[in-house]
Structure formats: C-alpha cells, structure tokens
C-alpha cells in the first residue's frame, strides 16, 4: 500500500513520512485548484487518492507530472492577450525551426548531430523519432499563422508521422471552420491514408490495445491498475508476435488513463473536454489537434509534446473575452 508496509523496516520508517508529506502537498495543490476548475481539480484530486495506496515505482512521477502539468496550464490561462500572442509566435518559431531541421535531413545534412555530413539518415528532426516530430508540430500548425502551416505540413509529411498529419489537418479544418462538404472530403482522403499507410500501423495497436483490455477486472476497470502500472504491468503481458517491439507506452493516452486509474480518472477528463468545449475558440484546433495526437500516440508521456499541449490547452482554455480572433 504505502511505504510502512514494506518489507525493509529500514525503509519504512524513513519512507514512509516522506511519501505522505508529498501526497498531501500535492493533494492540498489539486485542491486548490478546484476553485479554477472544477473538473480538472476533480481529477487531480482523484488521482492524488489513487497513488496513496499505490506500489508502481512510477507512481509519484505520474501524480507529479499531471499536477504541475495542470498547474502550468492554469498559468498560461492567466497571462494577457499580448502575452499569448508572444506565446503563440514562440511555440511557431520553435516548430518552424523542427520543420527546417527536417528538411535539412532530407537533403542529407545533420548540422548538429552528425555534423555536415551528407548521408542518407531517419527524418526525426532533432527529437529522435519521426512520430514524435509530427505529433510535435502537429500540435502547433493550427496556431500558427497561415503563411507558416504549408511549411510546418511539409516538415510532418516529411517525418512521415500518419498521426501527425491526420491531427494537423484536423486542427486546420477546426481552425478554419470548413463546410460540411470539406468534411466529407477530408474523411474520404483519412481513409485512403489509413488504407494505404495506416491499417498496419493500427493493427499493432489494436493488439496491444486489446491486451490491456483482457488485462482487466470489474474493480480494475473501476480504479484502474494504478498509476505507473502500465509500463510495470504491459510488457510482461502483451504478445511479442504481431507487435515486434514491448509497448511502454499505451501509444493512446485515453486507454492509458484509464487502465491506470479506471474510469474515476478518465471520466472527470472527458467531461472537461465537454464541459471546456475545446473545439470551439480561437485555438480550438491546437487543442483538438492535442486531442487527436492522444489517441494513437502519446505527447502527455514525452517532454516537449508534454510541455507543448499544456501551453496548447492553456491557451485554448483561456477567456476567450479579449481573443476575439487569433493573431495571424
């Protein structure tokens, strides 16, 4: 349960203050934040009560990331119009830079890994991985101005990031507001994609997915296996065939949720989504396009994607009363 039951009695006595002194700063944190927002206060503080009696050694840094991670957000709400557009224009200069470090590799060159080496190599821009550099710059074309979203399309089409594509584009028809007759038209080019890009991609998932499914109980699927338990848990139960690598990661942040604290943690985030009406406002497609990421990969997980939909969903969550349109 907590750290007085352990079996070093060493440990115990030494750990065990600690672990509830950090609880309750971190529970009297999301507390505090329930006067902000309600259901976002309500989450935290469900998943506060989650972690107590929890045993996953990536307990704390779950509990620790969202509350600040929540915090933060709260933040960005609070600064002033100029302030968000300043914010704004940082975010779309930093992806700029990922787009054109991208095209730097395709044309051979790795000025700050490797050098001016010309050679053959993965377009992962300067985050490691492709799908990370499209779930990245998705996030923030649909906040930039409209000269810079071909060229940050460009640098996801490079990476070749399905998700990211999928998520810019939608965040760019949230954006705009197309017709309904786009719509049709985005869907039926989705669907090509997914058929002939995405369908493999998709099955890994879904065996993955449907692991974690099995994996579950009535009081699992209540308050979920606990935080952290994912990436104690899954490896050991996923299948290797038909995958070919051990998921650490749910590649579903949803799914992740709520296998880790059941339906308590995932309910009171998807009323927020309701209640917040995150596709509507001037930055309504950021924050779908975060949306949209999380269910086929994992930005919460990583620090830059992380760190980029806090800012993403603070703005988006933000008074809209002196942001009658976006800048740009």
């Known amino acids: 349960w907590i750290p007085l039951t352990t079996d070093n009695p060493h440990a115990a006595v030494l750990l065990t203050p600690y672990w509830l002194v950090a609880m309750g700063v971190l529970g009297a944190l999301a507390c505090s934040m329930l006067r902000e927002d309600r259901w976002l206060g309500v989450w935290l503080v469900v998943l506060v009560l989650r972690a107590v009696p929890n045993p996953w050694p990536g307990t704390f840094e779950v509990l620790f990331l969202a509350v600040l991670g929540a915090w933060g957000m709260l933040q960005v ?11 704004v224009r940082g975010v779309t200069a930093s992806a700029l830079f990922e787009a054109a470090y991208v095209g730097l590799q395709w044309l051979g060159w790795d000025p700050i890994w490797r050098g001016h080496e010309r050679a053959i190599m993965h377009l992962v821009g300067t985050l490691g991985n492709g799908n990370y550099v499209g779930a990245y710059l998705a ?38 507001r197309v017709s309904g007759r786009l719509w049709m038209v985005a869907g039926g080019v989705l669907a090509l994609l997914i058929a002939l890009h995405g369908v493999v991609s998709l ?5 993955v997915w449907t ?26 139960i996923q299948p290797w065939q038909g995958v070919g690598e051990w998921f650490m ?56 994607t992380g760190l980029t939909a806090v800012v993403v969903l603070g703005l988006a969550t933000a008074p809209v009363e002196a942001d009658a349109e976006q800048s740009g």
Do not use: C, K
Request: net charge positive.
């Open 211 to 236: 692991a974690a499914l099995r994996d579950s109980t009535w009081w699992s699927v209540l308050i979920g296996h606990g935080l952290g338990g994912w990436i104690s848990r899954m490896p050991s």
């Open 139 to 176: 996030m923030v074309t649909p906040l930039a101005p409209a000269w810079a979203i071909p060229v940050l399309l460009g640098g996801i089409g490079l990476s070749q990031s399905f998700t990211g594509i999928i998520a810019a584009s939608v965040g760019v028809l949230v954006r705009y």
């Open 203 to 207: 099955q890994v998932r879904g065996v």
């Open 77 to 87: 709400r609070t600064l002033s119009r100029p302030a968000r557009v300043w914010l």
């Open 249 to 304: 990661q749910a590649h579903n942040d949803y799914l992740q949720l709520w296998y880790e604290a059941g339906l308590l943690g995932l309910l009171p985030v998807l009323v927020w989504i309701w209640r917040r009406r995150l596709w509507e406002g001037p930055y309504a497609g950021g924050a779908v396009a975060v949306l949209v990421v999380s269910a086929t990969m994992f930005p919460f997980h990583l620090a830059v």
